[in-house]
């Protein structure tokens, strides 16, 4: 029986949401109105890598990724994993300086984010915002965010609470990920007095492959003090981080959590700058998994000896031990209280599923435990019903729309949707 059957009094519960989803801690389960709720997903995880939300995104960006949430809810899934400002290039929108300023330069960031969370809402769909990305190399400006805390108090009261306080009357959030797989950038393999930021457990598991070389204490500072500001400005409000494997989210089989409480406040200093619930990544290499990875054989959350939940934040059944999409949604159904597939927007190969095989991992579950959320509904009509034809086959409409061609002479007529989420044009 799985963690969510065991709250269920039966299968395929429809859960009317009046509140936000919760942790209960005594369970270590996701909780909706009194129901747990497992989590599945799949990670879009955008559209224009960094870029998706805010500067004023033209309509079409909304429609394709309003598109997923359609094919998630018809998929019998109630999650997606979204990322917004990656490296840091778009959005917040920094000063000559390094100083965050805005959430960007138009700043339609928040604008553009409520309207996805309304989107989703409408179709009973759940989002976790993936704010950073530690996977690839630390740009400049996101580095003097985690070296000066004067840079980072600028980011946290000019781009983070107001986006945080912004949305908080929305109920499709389901959570806050401060950083995608920091220990893609971390100092692996360095000695330090204090535990949490010792890293010689890391070394030679492939941790630190940016060349980034952060050290592990300013990571967890720059994790803390975004999650006590998160938890500030809404109380309740979930925060997560996407770490890349189970080598830094156990202290089991000779690792070490780095984001339990003790290690988070020890960097930071912030009482309320703790996670809520974890989240590992897990790709088999070379077709096999690690002996401790979450779906190799009998791998379970008990075995990880973790406090909180644990969802499975990416996957992909193209990168397994031969196990199909819906083997592995089923396998973390029964296990742990989230998967979330990648992705929406891959196509086959490189050991990354398509949408298709996602869907299939989703629509899996329905006769199962699948918990099936119901969202206030909110008024969005008519933005992605009407037609988007450019005026020649040189630019496409989304082109068209983020150069600020819309009310040329030479469009009208024209891409209707993009320029005009389709309000007063054909």
Not at 24 to 51: I, R
Not at 394 to 400: E, H, K, L, S, V
Request: charged share 10%; aromatic share 10%; hydrophobic share 35%.
């Amino acid at each position: 029986m799985s963690l969510v059957q065991q709250r269920l009094a039966q299968d395929q519960v429809t859960v009317l949401s009046t509140d936000y989803l919760s942790v209960d801690s005594a369970t270590k389960t996701f909780v909706l109105n009194g129901k747990s709720v497992f989590l599945s997903g799949v990670n879009q995880p955008w559209v224009n890598y960094g870029n998706d939300f805010g500067n004023n995104q033209p309509n079409s960006v909304f429609c394709q990724l309003n598109e997923t949430l359609q094919n998630v809810t018809m998929s019998s899934g109630n999650s997606v994993r979204m990322w917004v400002h990656c490296e840091g290039v778009d959005t917040p929108y920094f000063d000559s300086n390094g100083y965050v300023i805005g959430t960007d330069k138009a700043n339609t960031l928040i604008n553009d984010m409520r309207l996805y969370l309304t989107a989703a809402s409408n179709a009973n769909v759940l989002v976790l915002f993936s704010l950073w990305n530690g996977a690839q190399p630390i740009r400049s400006q996101v580095l003097g965010l985690m070296q000066d805390t004067s840079k980072l108090q600028s980011y946290l009261n000019n781009a983070l609470i107001p986006m945080v306080k912004g949305l908080s009357d929305l109920r499709s959030i389901a959570g806050w990920e401060i950083v995608n797989e920091p220990e893609g950038s971390v100092q692996a393999g360095v000695s330090n007095s204090q535990p949490c930021f010792d890293t010689r457990s890391l070394q030679g598991t492939g941790a630190g492959w940016t060349g980034s070389n952060i050290p592990m204490q300013q990571w967890l500072r720059f994790i803390n003090w975004q999650a006590a500001a998160i938890h500030q400005a809404q109380p309740g409000a979930l925060v997560t981080v996407g770490s890349w494997s189970e080598h830094a989210s156990t202290d089991n089989f000779g690792y070490t959590n780095y984001y339990k409480d003790s290690c988070l406040q020890a960097a930071g200093g912030q009482a309320a700058g703790t996670l809520d619930y974890y989240q590992m990544h897990t790709y088999a290499w070379k077709g096999q998994y690690g002996p401790y990875a979450s779906f190799n054989n009998n791998m379970t959350f008990a075995k990880y000896g973790l406090d909180k939940p644990l969802i499975i934040g990416e996957f992909a059944s193209a990168s397994s031990n031969n196990q199909s999409s819906q083997q592995l949604y089923q396998y973390a159904d029964k296990n742990y209280m989230g998967a979330m597939d990648w992705c929406a927007i891959c196509t086959s190969g490189g050991g990354l599923d398509t949408l298709s095989m996602a869907k299939a991992g989703m629509s899996s579950l329905s006769s199962d435990s699948q918990v099936h959320i119901l969202l206030p509904k909110l008024q969005l009509s008519g933005r992605c019903q009407c037609s988007d034809v450019a005026p020649s086959s040189d630019y496409t409409c989304a082109q068209q729309a983020s150069w600020g061609k819309c009310n040329q002479s030479w469009m009208q007529g024209h891409c209707c949707l993009s320029c005009h989420a389709c309000v007063g044009c054909t």
